[in-house]
């Protein structure tokens, strides 16, 4: 009896032992988050405007995403909310520190992160960080408080379609993820590119700000435009778009043709180039003369106006003139040979025109030569041309005259240069 009784008391007292170490194990584990049973901690006491309903005793303190302490109770003081935050271990906190309550994961959990500020500001001490430093909790629901209802449907209604939308792709997420970088590269060259001086964004902007403006009122237009382009497209892919395609093989040949004939264009143009050149200067004189012609044929009208009936008046005088020439006909030929033989006297005489004029002229003096009242006479001299010895072979020297003189020459003749004894010095 006594050796069962030492068995069971050293059973009980092994159970014992275990139950209380499962007990340590236990209350380890269940105060591990918040350090150490009887670790040295340090308290703070920071203010806060707003904390929000997700800050709860026990949350983490972290300073630079580190966990350093938690919550170890929150209050109301003076129109502040107080949370008071215990640290782990002994650790300064100066008088410049500053705290902010941030969001823990998308579950609205929350964590107080911790800034113990600089030794040159000295110690904190009992003290709270004020309010004016902190920054409090900035929930979404207080975001949406901000939006009416119609919009926290509609963006409520977004989210819900994007996550269906996107349940079961996570594998082309993934790939975009993948390509991510690349593509931001490819962004940011095209950013550095727009904003680029030479790029001139603002000003290409702008003209498709007028081009924009340009089409405003011409929808109608345009969406013909875009009717009359699918019926082209239809046309084009007619028969799987085998036409399109011999005329596509056909092309090149067909655009080599037509290099050969530009080129063979070049010395026409080359011409026409010279004709238009040399026919400016006349089309400007007559773009000159425009208004002047402009002005003959208006002022022109009322005289053209006439023209029929002076024509009308005319008409008789036209067929007697009409019968008179045809009457006149045979007498052309006799006088045109009668003009032609006319001719070699006329021409020999033309020379002789001023004399002849002269002629006239003396003969008219020579009439008028008033003798007596009512009676006219008139002198006449005869040059004598006696021959000396040869019959008049040699020209007598005391005569000055030319029975023949050339033309122009019959007003230089003198009577000699000794006076005429036979005529008695009469000229």
Known sequence: MAAVSRSTTRSFLAGLGGVVVLGGFVFIGVTASSGLPGAPVTTVRAEFDEVGASLKVGNDVRENSTRIGEVSDLSYENGHAVATLELDGNVPVYEDA???????????????????????SGRLGDRAIPAERNVGSADLDNVLDALDPRTRDAL??????????????????????????????????????LSDPQTDLPGLLNRADDLVGSLHGRERELAGLVREIGDTAGAAAVDDGAPLQDSLRALPATLSDTRAALNSLDEPLSDVHSAVSDIRPGASAL?????????????????????????????????????????????????????????????????????????????????????????????????????????????????????YPAPGEVYKQRTGLLPNILTGGGQ
Do not use: C
């Open 98 to 120: 500053k705290a902010q309550v941030w969001d823990q994961s998308a579950l609205a959990k929350k964590f107080v992160e911790i800034d113990r500020g600089h030794q040159g």
């Open 156 to 193: 409520t209604s977004t989210l819900r379609e994007v996550g269906s939308g996107g349940a079961g792709h996570g594998q082309d997420l993934n790939d975009i993820a993948g390509k991510a970088p690349g593509i931001l590269r490819g962004l940011g060259n095209t950013s550095g590119a």
């Open 287 to 403: 773009g000159s003369a425009t208004p002047d012609v402009r002005g003959v044929l208006r002022e022109g009208t009322e005289p053209l106006n006439m023209v029929p009936g002076v024509a009308d008046k005319a008409e008789p005088a036209v067929e007697d003139l009409t019968q008179t020439v045809a009457d006149a006909r045979p007498l052309v030929s006799p006088l045109s040979r009668a003009l032609s033989d006319a001719a070699p006297p006329v021409n020999t005489l033309a020379q002789y025109s001023p004399e002849v004029v002269a002629f006239f002229r003396n003969i008219e003096s020579m009439v008028s030569t008033s003798v007596a009242p009512g009676v006219h006479g008139a002198r006449v001299g005869v040059a004598a041309h006696p021959a000396i010895a040869d019959g008049g072979l040699i020209k007598d020297p005391l005569q000055g005259q030319d029975p």
